[in-house]
């Protein structure tokens, strides 16, 4: 079936630093991807999205990478804020519109 | 950018009783709205699709007469959780496509916190 999966559930980094946060997923025909960021008792919010027919994608500090070969895309986030402390979660975009959503990373940022 | 509101975005109700969660697209038409549930710790799982002027499409595992979900207008779905049990406590969230959008965004409320006592 149709999965989307995250590598690990949690990361710490000291403020400053860069944060890679990475998904897998399982469907090859899948052509969009979008992170979100949650915050705690609030809902997802769209951070950067990127199609198939693409690599890379950058925004504002923050980068979304796709390798289609081994179904794995990851999310970069340059200079990592106390205000990024939040749950990430990558979401697969499919029929319809509805999206398929990963099991989220929690990511603690220390000052 | 595209605002997305729910209401309440806290409630409280006792056993057996019915809950009705509002959707709203504010500044935008929507012809399709998703509902999600999302327990502690978990990610969001999709409960159905809402579709103006027609029939919800529900998940599987998801019991159409228990979550019932009016499209009436291209502002507004709403879900009723009727006869909520304790078990139905979660955090409750829609989101919204533009209409006339294909494979974009959707845009996601605030969501609601439901707890059944």
């Known amino acids: 079936g149709e999965s989307v999966g995250l590598h690990l559930p949690t990361l710490s980094v000291q403020e400053g630093d860069n944060s890679i946060i990475n998904c897998a997923y399982s469907?090859?025909?899948?052509?969009?991807f979008i992170w979100y960021k949650q915050e705690s008792g609030k809902g997802p919010q769209f951070i950067i999205d990127?199609?198939?027919?693409?690599d890379k994608r950058q925004g504002q500090r923050v980068t979304v990478l796709l390798n289609k070969t081994v179904k794995h895309l990851s999310l970069q986030i340059a200079a990592t804020q106390p205000g990024d402390s939040a749950v990430y979660f990558c979401a697969e975009k499919g029929d319809a519109g509805k999206s398929t959503f990963g099991d989220g990373t929690t990511l603690t940022v220390k000052p | 950018g595209a605002v997305v509101s729910q209401h309440p975005s806290r409630v409280i109700c006792k056993s057996g009783t019915s809950v009705k969660i509002e959707c709203r697209s504010l500044?935008?038409?929507?012809?399709?709205m998703f509902w999600y549930r999302q327990f502690p710790k978990q990610s969001l799982m999709l409960m159905a699709t809402?579709?103006?002027?027609?029939?919800?499409?529900?998940e599987q595992g998801v019991e159409k007469d228990k979550f019932l979900i009016n499209h009436a207008s291209l502002t507004l779905s709403t879900l009723t959780v009727t006869s909520a049990h304790p078990e139905d406590s979660s955090f409750y969230i829609c989101?919204?496509?533009?209409?006339?959008?294909?494979?974009?965004?959707?845009?996601f409320g605030q969501g609601t916190r439901l707890t059944v006592v």
């Open positions: 989101s919204a496509k533009k209409a006339g959008s294909w494979n974009t965004e959707a845009f």
């Open positions: 500044d935008f038409q929507a012809t399709t």
């Open positions: 990127i199609r198939s027919n693409m």
């Open positions: 809402s579709n103006e002027g027609s029939k919800a499409t529900y």
């Open positions: 469907n090859s025909a899948s052509d969009y």
